[in-house]
């Protein structure tokens, strides 16, 4: 079993930065590849970012170039790094770990992006 914790989340104004980080527990050599969701009110989930063991990302168009996201293999620990802000990335933003047959999910955490 792998377990996932989101932190770094807060109130950030439009234009500023924020790091999120998701750290892994458990059985951690299940994890294959590691990603970022997010869901604002209203909405349905969306897949914001996504990470290989080897290194390797891809972006959702609306993160392109704002976002990038990284992981540090030996912490075990995921980062997505959030910079010019837009009030329309405000959402819960959820960790999520590919263990081959299964998905583990974090509990998420809220970023609010608000003058």
């Known amino acids: 079993q792998v377990q996932l914790v989101e932190s770094g989340g807060g109130l950030v104004q439009p234009g500023g930065s924020l790091r999120l980080s998701c750290a892994a527990s458990?059985?951690?050599?299940?994890?294959?590849?590691m990603g970022w969701y997010r869901q604002a009110p209203g909405k349905e989930r969306e897949w914001v970012a996504i990470?290989?063991?080897?290194?390797?990302?891809n972006y959702g168009e609306s993160v392109k170039g704002r976002f990038t996201i990284s992981r540090d293999n030996a912490k075990n620990t995921m980062y997505l790094q959030m910079d010019s802000l837009k009030p329309e990335d405000t959402a819960v933003y959820y960790c999520?770990?590919?263990?081959?047959?299964?998905?583990?999910w974090g509990q998420g955490t809220q970023v609010t992006v608000s003058s």
């Open positions: 458990g059985s951690v050599f299940r994890i294959n590849d």
């Open positions: 999520n770990a590919n263990l081959g047959l299964t998905f583990a």
């Open positions: 990470i290989t063991r080897s290194g390797n990302a």
